[in-house]
């Protein structure tokens, strides 16, 4: 695999969201991720929310037992979760907000007003072997205050880029874009590794694939919702070869 690659982590979540919704165990989540590694996915990401709204323990421990790829375990910073982490060991914990009353994750961490109280968290991870991941804003002072919490991955939050993309207002949608692009630059400076996720379709997926130092986008709402339409496999392979162009653009 080439320094060019550009990985592709699904988020299963909503495959549970979709069975939760009726009870029972379909569609299971986890023969989605299974299907979803056999279509070109370089890993796996599922929220364990503290509602249990789509993911349950269960399936974060199936995952873990089953997949072939990396599991992603996105997760609150509460003691709880902390606990789960530590029992599964996924290959990696993202650390992004959360509160009850939001449909989705609605931006990204405050790591700076919230620097003490993620400290615990990011080193209890770090000494356990799982890589740590902060989902954060795109500003500089955010991927600062991500070193200074020793986390080695950061996650830049897209969703306001792909709201302005969606929306029809490019000048909007040109200064989100500058704020990502900055902001990878700055991470690849401090040695973090980038990631980027939330919002992203097949159009703003190819864009942000251009951007070199990004290693790795997140995507799931989306793709789960193309595949009701195409079917996940589809949806998948259509992901890949969009970021895949992407990419070629940013090396020719």
């Known amino acids: 695999m080439s320094a060019a690659h550009l990985r592709l982590g699904v988020n299963i979540d909503h495959v549970a969201t979709v069975r939760n919704a009726r009870g029972g165990g379909v569609p299971d989540p986890v023969r989605a991720a299974q299907m979803a590694i056999a279509a070109g996915a370089d890993g796996i990401t ?27 375990f996105e997760m609150a910073s ?101 704020r990502l692009r900055r902001a990878a630059e700055h991470a690849a400076r401090l040695g973090l590794e980038c990631h980027a996720g939330h919002g992203l379709d097949f159009v703003t997926a190819r864009q942000i694939a251009r951007l070199p130092q990004i290693v790795e986008l997140n995507i799931g709402h989306f793709l789960i919702g193309e595949a009701i339409f195409v079917g996940l496999t589809s949806a998948i392979q259509h992901m890949r070869a969009a970021m895949d162009e992407g990419r070629a653009q940013m090396m020719s």
């Open 78 to 178: 509460t003691a709880q979760m902390l606990d789960m982490a530590l029992q599964v060991r996924p290959h990696a914990a993202c650390l992004v907000p959360e509160k009850r009353t939001e449909r989705t994750t609605e931006g990204g961490l405050d790591v700076i007003g919230g620097f003490s109280y993620l400290a615990p968290f990011t080193d209890g991870l770090r000494r356990a072997g799982i890589r740590v991941s902060l989902f954060v804003e795109p500003s500089l002072e955010a991927l600062d205050a991500a070193l200074a919490l020793k986390a080695p991955v950061v996650e830049l939050h897209t969703g306001s880029w792909c709201h302005a993309v969606a929306s029809g207002d490019q000048t909007l949608a040109d200064q989100e874009f500058e």
């Open 46 to 72: 599922a929220h364990l929310r503290e509602d249990r709204r789509h993911i349950v323990d269960a399936d974060i421990v199936r995952l873990k037992e089953v997949i072939t790829k990396p599991l992603n």
